[in-house]
């Protein structure tokens, strides 16, 4: 059975070892030993695969123009999810690249059919997030999609010569005007940094989740169709795991009760993990015989992204769970402890930069 990656969906994916043979993405495995620092999310496979990053590397390298381009549909509320791409930008700034981000609201108006308002709004507390998370404001470029100038307009345009219904419905299944015009304008985000007006860059990486593929083959494409006239080249990119809702589906703003949004307050935060599904089993006396299953827990996912970075910590909670040394209630507790502590630093990083209003100055905001 095929897997399909929908970039507008709210499914996980159950099996991404399908993806290396069914989509032609790479296991990050390959570029391990070319990573100028090491990151627990390459080390442990969150992020589990790539195209052409290794290209991508030996370009950074060389000491070469590169860059790196991702974005956010502002659709609801910041919740970990957003926060995996965060931790990835803010590592990949930290090799000394140059970091640009697209709020996609055209997309979110087009796709989600929400009002021009709350898409500014939702925009312009991802970008706080990202600043709170670590990202540097004074190196890091953000943009809204309705809010370009020329040429990165023409590109989106141009590119709808070179790229048929057929071939749309192919990536996507589906070919609605609206999602058309977003993928078309997803492709323009993705290469328009490659164009002398926005810096020449030839060399972009694009980090995301494994369901943005489809953008990314469409981009590729576009990119060899346009080569000649316009110099593209084909993009870098490396998609990250899903962090799993507290239900077990993939993560996200429209399910809020099994989300942990960003700004959620320490009492709604309790209740959601303490309801979290788990790998335990049905009663405490199986646990303690059988062990838990780890692999299918929600609560050990917080711990693996976020919780806990040492390596040696992470084992002991694992073979803790699969042993039965602790219960699901108790392992709840200790997360809940962890993740509050994250949580409050964060939110208080949030509120300076609400009460300075430093996004408002730095973003060229859209009029409403």
Same mark, same amino acid.
């Given at each position: 059975?095929?897997?399909?990656?929908?970039?507008?969906?709210?499914?996980?994916?159950?099996?991404?070892?399908?993806?290396?043979?069914?989509?032609?993405?790479?296991?990050?495995?390959?570029?391990?030993?070319?990573?100028?620092?090491?990151?627990?999310?390459?080390?442990?496979?969150?992020?589990?695969?790539?195209?052409?990053?290794?290209?991508?590397?030996?370009?950074?390298?060389?000491?070469?123009?590169?860059?790196?381009?991702?974005?956010?549909?502002?659709?609801?509320?910041?919740?970990?999810?957003?926060?995996?791409?965060?931790?990835?930008?803010?590592?990949?700034?930290?090799?000394?690249?140059?970091?640009?981000?697209?709020?996609? +609201?055209?997309?979110?108006?087009?796709? @989600?059919? =929400?009002?021009? &308002?709350?898409?500014? !709004?939702? $925009? *312009?507390?991802?970008?706080?997030?990202?600043?709170?998370?670590?990202?540097?404001?004074?190196?890091?470029?953000?943009?809204?999609?309705?809010?370009?100038?020329?040429?990165?307009?023409?590109?989106?345009?141009?590119?709808?010569?070179?790229?048929?219904?057929?071939?749309?419905?192919?990536?996507?299944?589906?070919?609605?005007?609206?999602?058309?015009?977003?993928?078309?304008?997803?492709?323009?985000?993705?290469?328009?940094?490659?164009?002398?007006?926005?810096?020449?860059?030839?060399?972009?990486?694009?980090?995301?989740?494994?369901?943005? +593929?489809?953008?990314?083959?469409?981009? @590729?494409? =576009?990119?060899? &169709?346009?080569?000649? !006239?316009? $110099? *593209?080249?084909?993009?870098?990119?490396?998609?990250?795991?899903?962090?799993?809702?507290?239900?077990?589906?993939?993560?996200?703003?429209?399910?809020?009760?099994?989300?942990?949004?960003?700004?959620?307050?320490?009492?709604?935060?309790?209740?959601?993990?303490?309801?979290?599904?788990?790998?335990?089993?049905?009663?405490?006396?199986?646990?303690?015989?059988?062990?838990?299953?780890?692999?299918?827990?929600?609560?050990?996912?917080?711990?693996?992204?976020?919780?806990?970075?040492?390596?040696?910590?992470?084992?002991?909670?694992?073979?803790?769970?699969?042993?039965?040394?602790?219960?699901?209630?108790?392992?709840?507790?200790?997360?809940?402890?962890?993740? *509050?502590?994250?949580?409050?630093?964060?939110?208080?990083?949030?509120?300076?930069?609400?009460?300075?209003?430093?996004?408002?100055?730095?973003?060229?905001?859209?009029?409403?």
């Amino acid at each position: 059975m095929s897997t399909i990656l929908d970039p507008w969906g709210h499914f996980a994916i159950e099996k991404y070892e399908k993806l290396f043979k069914q989509f032609g993405i790479q296991p990050i495995d390959t570029v391990l030993d070319k990573l100028p620092i090491k990151h627990h999310f390459f080390t442990r496979r969150i992020v589990f695969g790539h195209r052409d990053f290794d290209k991508w590397l030996d370009a950074l390298n060389r000491g070469e123009k590169v860059a790196v381009l991702t974005g956010f549909m502002p659709s609801g509320h910041t919740h970990l999810g957003h926060l995996m791409v965060f931790e990835e930008l803010k590592y990949l700034q930290s090799l000394g690249v140059h970091v640009k981000i697209v709020v996609a +609201d055209a997309e979110a108006y087009a796709v @989600r059919k =929400l009002g021009r &308002r709350k898409v500014i !709004e939702y $925009g *312009l507390e991802y970008i706080r997030h990202a600043i709170a998370w670590g990202l540097d404001p004074t190196k890091t470029d953000f943009y809204f999609q309705t809010n370009n100038t020329t040429p990165y307009y023409r590109l989106i345009q141009m590119f709808s010569r070179k790229i048929t219904k057929a071939e749309f419905e192919a990536i996507y299944g589906e070919a609605s005007p609206g999602k058309i015009v977003a993928a078309l304008t997803q492709a323009s985000d993705i290469l328009h940094m490659q164009l002398k007006a926005y810096g020449g860059y030839k060399h972009i990486l694009v980090p995301v989740g494994a369901d943005q +593929d489809p953008h990314l083959r469409l981009t @590729r494409d =576009l990119a060899d &169709r346009f080569a000649q !006239e316009l $110099g *593209l080249r084909r993009p870098a990119s490396f998609y990250h795991k899903f962090i799993r809702g507290l239900d077990g589906n993939k993560m996200s703003s429209s399910k809020s009760d099994f989300a942990i949004l960003l700004l959620d307050k320490p009492e709604v935060i309790k209740k959601k993990v303490m309801m979290a599904l788990t790998g335990g089993r049905p009663t405490a006396e199986e646990q303690r015989l059988l062990g838990g299953e780890p692999e299918k827990c929600t609560i050990y996912e917080l711990y693996t992204y976020f919780l806990l970075r040492n390596d040696e910590e992470l084992k002991k909670q694992y073979e803790r769970c699969r042993r039965g040394e602790i219960l699901c209630g108790r392992c709840k507790k200790n997360a809940l402890k962890l993740l *509050l502590e994250l949580i409050k630093v964060h939110q208080e990083k949030y509120r300076e930069l609400l009460e300075s209003q430093i996004v408002e100055k730095h973003v060229n905001i859209p009029d409403f």
